[in-house]
């Protein structure tokens, strides 16, 4: 079992609130891709959750832990937020609104530098409707095919979470009960 520990926490730069300012508006490092997401969270019981999408395609098809993800998605010339929202509504089809709170920004594997935004809310993983991408499948057969972005979304407890999230953005679901902490 996989635990969230202090340790795994690293804002971009400086102190998680100078982080939480920064990522409030769209900063664009030259040529280091930047995506921007929604941790949602429910409470059930007074037990806290977690959305989490799987990203769809036949690369992914077959891999579980470690590649659950926030429904984020790339910008560029846009507010962080403005984009989290968008990338939201495209990955589950459906439009949020409500207190964000912003996250200390995140930095993948890939340097890919992740913004995230906390919100309280409740969706019905099973109705979620993701947009498609079309890529080549199989290899080098000239067929293109359409798959989903996200093939499925799921409310997770945050232990559960901790596993099946990119390893990454582990970060932000300790700083989420950080903040749910000082409430």
């Known amino acids: 079992m996989t635990t969230i520990r202090e340790s795994t926490y690293e804002p971009l730069r ?3 609130e100078k982080a939480r300012t920064r990522s409030a508006v769209s900063v664009i490092f030259h040529g280091v891709k930047q995506s921007a997401g929604i ?14 999408v799987h990203p769809g395609g036949p690369l992914w ?4 832990l470690g590649v659950w993800t926030i429904p984020k998605g790339e910008f560029d ?16 089809g459906t439009a949020v609104n409500g207190d964000f709170v912003a996250l200390a920004p995140i930095t993948q594997k890939s340097g890919k ?10 969706l ?11 890529m080549e499948w199989p290899p080098r057969s000239g067929k293109q095919r359409s798959f989903p972005e996200i093939d499925r979304a799921e ?3 945050l232990e559960a979470a ?11 679901l300790l700083e989420l009960v950080q903040m749910l902490a000082g409430k």
């Not at 941790?39 to 989490?52: G, K, P, T």
């Not at 098809?61 to 579980?64: G, I, P």
């Not at 901790?162 to 953005?169: G, H, L, R």
């Open 14 to 16: 400086g102190s998680a």
């Open 39 to 52: 941790l949602m969270y429910r409470y059930i019981d007074s037990a806290l959750q977690v959305l989490l």
């Open 61 to 64: 098809a077959r891999k579980d």
């Open 77 to 92: 010339d846009e507010e962080a937020l403005v984009a989290a929202r968008r990338e939201f509504e495209e990955e589950t």
């Open 113 to 122: 530098v992740v913004y995230a935004f906390a919100l309280e809310g409740n």
């Open 124 to 134: 019905d993983a099973r109705a979620i409707q993701s947009n498609t991408f079309e």
């Open 155 to 157: 409310w997770f407890s």
């Open 162 to 172: 901790a596993e099946k999230i990119n390893p990454a953005q582990r970060a932000l």
